[in-house]
C-alpha cells in the first residue's frame, strides 16, 4: 500500500471506527493514534517527493508536487497535536456534562473525518473532486460548530452552513466554466478537462481568456468565502468561537490554509492563459481589504476567540494579498506565512481552550490574572500573541518582513497600509490581551489540568523558523515558489 | 438559430429549460410551505427531463445515469425528507409575507437578463447544441440565491439553496454535456449529505429559538445592541 494511500485511507478508517467507539476513554487515544499514523505516512511521502520529484498516482487521480505535500505534512501535523489536546480536553467537557456520549462519537468520527477531506482536497488531481472535498470539509464540520447546543453555537453553525454552502457553490460554477473552456477549445477527452496537471502543461495559455477570468471571479467568491476574505467572512468569527476548543484550532489553522491553496492552484492555470495580471490584482485587493477591515474589527471584540478569529481572517488576508502580488520574494513569504500561522494559531487556541476553563467565561472583560494563576497558560498565551503580532525573532516577522519587502519592489504605496495594519492590529490585540495576562486575577480563581506540550511544540517551531530556516524546508518551499510564480529567490 | 431551424428534440430542450426558469419565479412568489417543496419537486422532474433529452441529442449516455440521480435526489428524496419534517415540526401551514412581491419578481427578471449578458462569452465560444439555454441555468442558479435572500423561513433558504445547484447541475450538463461521473457522483453525495444535515439542523433551530424565522438567529453581531436573548443572557461559552 503506497504512503499517499495511507495518508487518505487512515483518517477515512478512524472516521468509521469512533463513530462506534468514540464516546470511550479509548476513543481519545484512537483518535491520536490515527493521526499519529497519518503523520508518519505524510512526511515519508513528503521525503520522498523531495528526493525523488512530483508524485502522480496511477489513474493520474492525486499528484503530489513540492506546493502541497509540505502543507499535507503540516495539517497531517497539526491534526496530531490538537488531537493530543483534544482528548483530555473533550474528558473535562464530558465530566462537567457540556457534551453527551452521541456527541462525543460525533465529535471523534467527525475529527477523522474532517481530516480526512482536507487531505483528499490536498491531493487530488481533479479540479471537480476537490470542490468535492472542500464541501464535505464544511459538511463534516457544521454539526461539530453547534456541538454544545446551545442557541449562539446553532445560530454560528447555521451561518456557517449557508454562507459557506452559498459561497462554494459559486466555485462549482467557476470549476464548471474551467471545464467548459478546457473542453471547447482544446477539445480533449472528457476525463482529461478536470484533471490540473493536464490543465497547466497542455492548456498552458492556450484557454479563452473571457471564459477564464469569469471562471477566476466565480472560484475568488467561492474559495474566497473559505479562506474568510472580507466581505465573505461573516461566518468565520461565529464559527470558530462557538465550536469546542480543538475545532476552532483546527478550523482556524488548517480549513483557511486549504482553501487558500485551492484558490492559488486555480489561479496557476489562470495565469498561464490570461495575459493580463487580473487575477493577482483581485487577490491583492480582496487580501487588502480583509487585511486592514480585520485589524480594525480586532479591537472591537469582546470575546478572546472571536477577537483571534479576526487576527486569523487579517493573515489570510495577508497571505491572498502576498499571492497575489506575484514574484518570488511575496511567494516565499506568503508559503512561509502559511506553515507559521497555522502552527501559532492552533497553539494560541489551545492556549485560549485553556484559559477560558480556568475563568469559567470566553468573555475578555472577564479574564484576568493568568500569568498569576497559572504561569503556563499565561505566558503561552503572552508568547502566542507576541508571535503572531509579528515581533521578531518568530517566523512570523520574517514572513511579513518578505512581503513587506516585496511589496516596496513592486508597489511602494501599499507597503503604508501595510505598516499601518501590522501597528493597528498590534494594538488590538495587545490591548484586549494585557488586562487578560496581567491583571488582578478574581479571588477564587484555581490553576486547572493543562497539557501545554504541544504550544510549547508549536512556538519553538515558529521560533526556530524565523532564527533559521532548516535548509531541506527552504528548497522545499523554494521548489513551490518556482511551481506558483515561475521565479527562483534562492 | 431559429427555433423551428431545430430538431425536435432540441426544441424540447428548450421548451423544458424555460419551464425549469418558470418554476424558479414560481418559488420566488410561492408563501406556503408544503407548495414550495411540490414546486421545487416539480423542477426537479422537470430538470431530470432536460437531462435525458440532452442525453438522447448528444449521445452522451452518462447523462442518463446522471439525470436517473437527479431524479431519485431532487424529486423523491430531499423533498420527501422536507415535506416530512415540515409535517413533524408542524411548519406546514405557515405562510410568510413577502413584502414588496411585484419587486422581488421583477428583480428576478433583472437577474435572467443579466444572466444572459454574463454568458454571452460562454455562448460565443460554445459549440453545443443546448447553448441557448446556458443563460437560463445561470438564471436559476441567481434566482436561487435570491430566494435565500430574501425569505424568512429556514425551510425556504434550504430550497433556495438547492435550487441553486440545481441551477449548477443544469449549467454543467448544457454547458459541456456533464462533467465526468465521478465528480457527478461526488457532488450527489454532497447534496445528500446537505439535506440530511439541513433536517437535524430544522430540529436543533426549532428547540433553540422556538422559531424556523431566520430573522431571530441574531445574537451574535458585531454592534453592541441587545440581543434577542435579552441583557440578562450568558455569555457565550460560560459554565452551565
Not at chain 1, 492563459?273 to 480583509?290: D, I, P, Y
Not at chain 1, 479571588?443 to 530556516?469: D, E, S
Not at chain 2, 418559488?27 to 440532452?54: D, E, H, K, N, Y
Request: aromatic share 10%; proline share 4%; net charge neutral.
Amino acid at each position: 500500500m503506497t504512503l499517499l494511500e495511507i495518508t487518505l485511507l487512515a483518517p477515512l478508517a478512524g472516521s468509521l471506527l469512533l463513530a462506534f467507539i468514540g464516546h470511550r476513554p479509548v476513543g481519545g487515544w484512537i483518535n491520536v493514534a490515527t493521526c499519529a499514523v497519518t503523520f508518519a505516512a505524510s512526511l515519508a511521502m513528503a521525503l520522498g517527493v523531495f528526493a525523488n520529484g512530483p508524485l502522480l498516482s496511477s489513474g493520474r487521480m492525486f499528484y503530489i508536487d513540492a506546493f502541497n505535500v509540505y502543507l499535507v505534512a503540516l495539517t497531517a501535523f497539526v491534526g496530531l497535536t490538537s488531537a493530543i489536546f483534544s482528548r483530555p480536553y473533550m474528558r473535562h467537557e464530558i465530566e462537567r456534562g457540556r457534551v453527551t456520549d452521541r456527541r462525543l462519537r460525533l465529535y471523534h468520527s467527525m475529527y477523522q473525518g474532517f481530516l480526512f477531506s482536507m487531505l483528499l482536497a490536498l491531493s487530488t488531481n481533479n479540479l471537480g473532486i476537490l470542490w468535492v472535498a472542500m464541501e464535505a470539509a464544511t459538511l463534516t464540520t457544521v454539526l461539530l460548530v453547534s456541538l454544545y447546543r446551545t442557541p449562539e453555537a446553532i445560530e454560528a453553525a447555521w451561518k456557517y452552513f449557508i454562507l459557506c454552502g452559498v459561497g462554494i457553490a459559486q466555485a462549482l460554477f467557476g470549476t464548471v466554466l474551467v471545464y467548459f473552456a478546457a473542453e471547447t477549445r482544446l477539445g480533449m477527452a472528457r476525463g482529461d478537462a478536470m484533471l490540473w496537471t493536464v490543465l497547466h502543461d497542455s492548456a498552458g495559455g492556450n484557454l479563452d481568456p473571457a471564459v477564464i477570468s469569469l471562471a477566476f471571479v466565480f472560484l475568488l467568491v467561492g474559495y474566497g468565502t473559505k479562506v474568510g476574505l472580507v466581505p465573505l467572512h461573516n461566518w468565520l468569527p461565529d464559527a470558530h468561537s462557538e465550536g469546542p476548543t480543538p475545532m476552532s484550532a483546527v478550523l482556524s489553522g488548517l480549513l483557511l490554509n486549504v482553501a487558500l491553496y485551492s484558490l492559488v492552484r486555480v489561479k496557476m492555470l489562470v495565469d498561464a492563459s490570461l495575459h493580463t495580471n487580473l487575477a493577482g490584482h483581485l487577490m491583492m485587493g480582496f487580501g487588502l481589504v480583509s487585511f486592514m477591515v480585520a485589524g480594525l474589527f480586532l479591537h472591537r471584540q469582546h470575546d478572546i476567540k472571536r477577537m483571534f478569529s479576526y487576527s486569523s481572517i487579517e493573515h489570510m488576508g495577508l497571505m491572498t494579498f502576498a499571492f497575489g502580488l506575484g514574484g518570488a520574494l511575496a511567494t516565499f513569504g506568503a508559503l512561509l506565512h502559511m506553515t507559521v500561522h497555522s502552527l501559532t494559531k492552533s497553539a494560541i487556541f489551545v492556549t485560549v481552550g485553556h484559559a477560558s476553563q480556568l475563568a469559567g467565561t470566553q468573555r475578555i472583560d472577564q479574564i484576568r490574572g493568568l500569568i498569576r494563576t497559572q504561569p503556563t497558560i499565561g505566558w503561552g498565551l503572552l508568547i502566542g500573541t507576541v508571535a503572531i503580532a509579528g515581533f521578531p525573532p518568530f517566523g512570523v516577522f520574517v514572513s511579513e518582513f518578505l512581503l513587506l519587502m516585496a511589496t516596496m519592489q513592486s508597489w511602494p504605496w501599499l507597503a503604508v497600509p501595510l505598516l499601518v495594519g501590522f501597528g493597528v492590529a498590534f494594538a488590538g490585540l495587545f490591548r484586549h490581551l494585557h488586562p487578560m495576562v496581567f491583571g488582578e486575577p478574581p479571588p477564587g480563581q484555581k490553576p486547572v489540568a493543562a497539557n501545554m506540550l504541544p504550544v510549547a511544540v508549536h512556538l519553538f517551531l515558529v521560533l526556530w523558523l524565523g532564527l533559521m530556516i532548516p535548509a531541506f524546508l527552504a528548497r522545499w518551499f523554494e521548489q513551490a515558489t518556482v511551481l506558483i510564480s515561475g521565479a527562483s529567490l534562492l | 438559430m431559429a427555433l423551428s431551424e431545430l430538431g425536435l428534440f432540441s426544441q424540447a430542450i428548450i421548451l423544458f429549460a424555460a419551464l425549469v426558469l418558470f418554476t424558479s419565479f414560481i418559488m420566488l412568489g410561492q408563501t406556503r410551505t408544503l407548495p414550495l417543496i411540490f414546486t421545487f419537486a416539480w423542477q426537479g422532474v422537470l430538470l431530470g427531463v432536460v437531462t435525458a433529452l440532452v442525453a438522447v441529442v448528444s449521445g452522451h449516455h452518462e447523462l442518463f445515469v446522471s439525470a436517473a440521480l437527479t431524479v431519485v435526489l431532487k424529486v423523491v428524496l430531499i423533498p420527501w425528507l422536507l415535506y416530512r419534517l415540515s409535517i413533524r415540526l408542524n411548519m406546514h401551514y405557515d405562510a410568510e409575507v413577502i413584502k414588496h412581491p411585484s419587486l422581488l419578481l421583477l428583480s428576478g427578471a433583472g437577474l435572467v437578463i443579466f444572466s444572459y449578458y454574463v454568458a454571452l462569452p460562454i455562448v460565443h465560444l460554445s459549440g453545443l447544441a443546448t447553448r441557448n439555454t446556458i443563460a437560463v441555468s445561470i438564471a436559476v442558479e441567481l434566482i436561487g440565491m435570491l430566494l435565500m435572500c430574501v425569505r424568512r423561513t429556514a425551510v425556504a433558504q434550504v430550497i433556495g439553496f438547492m435550487s441553486m445547484e440545481n441551477g449548477l447541475f443544469f449549467s454543467a450538463v448544457v454547458s459541456t454535456y456533464g462533467m465526468p461521473l465521478i465528480v457527478e457522483l461526488g457532488v450527489a453525495f454532497d447534496v445528500l449529505v446537505a439535506a440530511i444535515l439541513f433536517g437535524v439542523f430544522f430540529v436543533h433551530l426549532r428547540d433553540s429559538f422556538d422559531s424556523l424565522d431566520v430573522v431571530r438567529f441574531n445574537r451574535l453581531s458585531e454592534s453592541d445592541r441587545p440581543s434577542a436573548a435579552g441583557e440578562g443572557a450568558a455569555p457565550p461559552g460560560a459554565h452551565p
